[in-house]
């Protein structure tokens, strides 16, 4: 049984990028995960097509590229030339969901959509079809390190739920504040894929760190996320 790990380089030391990815890669994470920031749809601003191909040379793991944008489909066709392996975009600033997720799907990639801590997950129920992946946030976005929102739990099982109501194949993935002490609660809501930036890269022994979030999330999985796991 196997629980996706991914660490997200927002938190890694952009000075040797290369080695911190290595690292990882070595260590046993199952994607990379890119933080696409804008400074207008979060207050931050980070990398773009130039970051993801850097990582694509650096590692054959698939690339799980988070767009806090607004207007993320003006980057789509940049992004999947540069190596992304999905694409995830935010319900909030998506009038137009279904369309970019059918065009991402189009361009061979994963197609993902995030639900910031405020968004009820009513907001991808009509495009349930059309996903390969959601992303319940437990922080706010823009920054690594934040506390995890404990009340997103709730949500989680919802989705979990919902999926596997629906027999979608999509992936339950969760992003911020996860750390080793609390993957065995996301995971027992009905997560797969855990993104984790900062419980990573703050540690000095990444395999361990990343072993130790994989077993704390495959003891705790629960009957529902251990069928969606084995799909
Ligand atoms: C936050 C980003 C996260 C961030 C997680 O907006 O989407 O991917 O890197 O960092 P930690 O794991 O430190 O909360
Ligand atoms: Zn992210």
């Known amino acids: 049984m196997t629980i996706r790990i991914v660490p997200s380089i927002l938190s890694a030391d952009f000075a040797k990028l290369g080695d911190e990815i290595a690292m990882c890669e070595a260590g046993g994470a199952d994607w990379i995960h890119i933080d696409v920031m804008d400074g207008v749809f979060v207050p931050n601003l980070t990398y773009g ?7 694509r040379r650096c ?8 767009l ?3 207007q993320p489909e003006k980057y789509f066709d940049d992004f999947v030339r540069a190596g992304a392996s999905g694409l995830t975009v935010h319900a909030e600033v ?4 279904h369309r970019q997720l059918t065009r991402i799907r189009e361009l061979g990639c994963r197609a993902g959509v995030a639900l910031n801590p405020a968004t009820p997950l009513s907001a991808v129920c009509e495009v349930l079809s ?4 959601v992303l319940i946030m437990s922080v706010n976005p823009g920054f690594g390190g934040q506390t995890f929102i404990p009340s997103v739990l709730r949500k989680i099982t919802e989705a979990r739920t919902r999926l596997d109501q ?6 339950l993935e969760v992003d911020g504040g996860v750390k080793v002490e609390n993957a065995r609660e996301i995971v027992a809501a009905g997560a797969t894929v855990l993104v984790a930036g900062s419980a990573i ?9 990343i072993a130790a979030m994989r077993a704390a999330g495959e003891t705790a999985a629960s009957p529902a996320s251990r069928a969606a796991i084995h799909r």
């Open 68 to 70: 806090m944008v607004v």
């Open 59 to 66: 590692s054959s793991l698939p690339l799980d590229v988070h």
């Open 94 to 97: 998506a009038p137009h969901l």
């Open 130 to 133: 059309e996903l390969d992946l």
């Open 201 to 209: 890269f703050s540690q000095r022994d990444y395999t361990a760190t």
């Open 49 to 55: 097509a130039k970051v993801i191909d850097t990582v």
């Open 166 to 171: 629906m027999k979608s194949h999509a992936l």
